[in-house]
């Protein structure tokens, strides 16, 4: 709590550019329903296009967190977590 | 729709409630002490952990909810499979590490671990009984939904049906066998929804340009129904709506496609012309209701784009109100998974925060692979001739009868144990809140291990006997708009709390307990008088709402924040002479 860890700052860096991403395509349903019509690739129009990118992105977001943080762990959780930690 | 019941699709099912009852029995021995009961002694591997995790979310909303929603609207029921992964990325980058490093068995846990306040246990195990009642709902009504064309019985039979199970199984074993359970479950519906997606790639579409007749239901004064004019049944004589769903016309006039590429499916649909059916109600002097479902020929083009149903119409509409409605439901999805109990409490059935971590990634890999394959699952029962007009619930069962029986009766058999995993959870958390929070902070005495089993397990009955009667009450409505109140309420009451207890250090225990109360009642109060509510629940003219528009999330969730923070601020002193 008293001071923010680097798997923190991490998550919450990720977290903004899902938001970014998010929030775009709420906004964009919302206010610009044309533009999701168009059909910029393989006949399949935006509005599907992005929808299925959010679900990546969700998942490629997750996978780098996931990476970064092992590579820090042997810092960040010395404490508490190699009490439960058999290696 | 009548059904007829077929002794294949029957065998297959009970193998499954016996398999997974079998299973529940076998683990259930090892669940003895409270640790055991509420979070399988913090043992499961993470990667189990992950599945069940898809297990525990992909409920009868995402499974019949969404793809009925695509079946009958197209795009916009896929609005809801992205909205509920969104959610988490909240949920992994935001909450599941604190969550396991401050908590033991319950939400009400991780939030009083700075406080030991009684206050704050008796608001969130509150607000973590009422949102699992409200999620519970759903699972009710999806399961009675699913036993109809299955076995043939009505719906209040497998509403109880399923309570009767899922108390059975949460009652002898707590968590340890809810997981494994969840686990299985998570495992064949991801494989089989991609079994069920190839297979209608492989199939491709077909064009039948004559377009069927429309259908109409004649309830009477006296509660007959009729079909068509005739009386309801499956004998001569008799009526029964007929399944529809078909293309009216393909790109460039052809009759049938073949098989189609994942992208090709689109494309292809994008350029052809469906037949949708629209629904219209008449209510005579005599006191019966006559619904009318007509045809109606809708380009692909319009289907594939968010906006066609009547929840999301506010899209399309020039009004403010309209699109913030649409605005909040979306921000309540993304806001809700992190806040729902039964996920919650699955970050402490894993031994870490590292296994928390990495159980989380599991979960987001498999249930947003099974995201994308419901908009091909939903758009397959649009166009296959498997649609069934009177119940958007069915789609993703009647779409595998539309393969064969043998996929008919998986499908359904999976869509009922993914009612049990879903349902197992809710219950477990709900009677874990019951125990843990409210009996010890009201009661104001220590429980023995083996006495908070027990009261457990006597809580799991009533929960569960509560919902089963809430299932039968709400029989009609789509399952995965019901569960969108429970994404508002759960969002609104827990998730200021539990963000602002983790990133700003001046939040005091009454500034939480205020804005776990705030955020539920106001939450719930919006949903009561709303526009759907009114028109779906008690049957008022939709214009006489008492709100603006019917999801509440866009203002009861900045509610709660402004709650924690006033209410932290007036607090402030006090708490410090605490400290």
Redesign the interface.
Known sequence: ??KIGS??RL??A??AI?LLL?GS???L???A?KL??K?PL????L??WY??G???A??V???V??WI??TN?PHE?GG??SA??PK | MTHNSSPLAIAVFLLFVAVTLGITFYLGKKARSSAGYFVAHGQIPWFVNGVAFAGDYLSAASFLGICGMIAFYGYDGFLYSIGYLAGWVVALFVVAEPMKRLGKFTFADALNARFQSPGIKRAAGLSTLVVSLFYLIPQMVGAGVLVQPLLGLPHWVGVVIVGAVVITIVVTAGMVSTTWVQFIKGALLVLFSAILTVMILARGFEASPNIPPPQTVVKTAEGNILINGLPKGVGNGQGQIQPVGTISKLPSGIERTGPLGPLEFFSTLQQSEIVLWKKKEIKSADGSTTTVYTPAPTPGSQILQPGASPTFAGIRSEKLFDKLNFLSLMLALFCGTASLPHILIRYYTVKDQAAARKSTIVGIGSIGFFYVLTLYMGLGAMTSGAMDVTNSNMAAPLLARSFNQWLFAIISAIAFTTVLGTVSGLIIAASGAVVHDLMTSFLKFEMSDHGEVRAARIASVVVGAVAVMLGIVFETMNVNYLVGWAFSIAASANLPALVMLLFWPRTTKQGITAAILVGMFSSLAWILLSADTFKDVYGLPADSALVPFSQPGIVTIPLGFATVIVVSLLTRRAGQANA
Not at chain 1, 42 to 45: D, R, S, T
């Open positions: 709590m008293k798997n923190v998550g919450l990720l977290f899902y998010y395509f709420v906004l349903a919302a206010f329903p999701m019509e059909t393989a006949g399949v129009n509005a599907v929808g299925f959010l679900i990546v969700a998942l977001l997750a996978l967190y996931g943080c092992r762990a959780e508490h977590a439960g930690e």
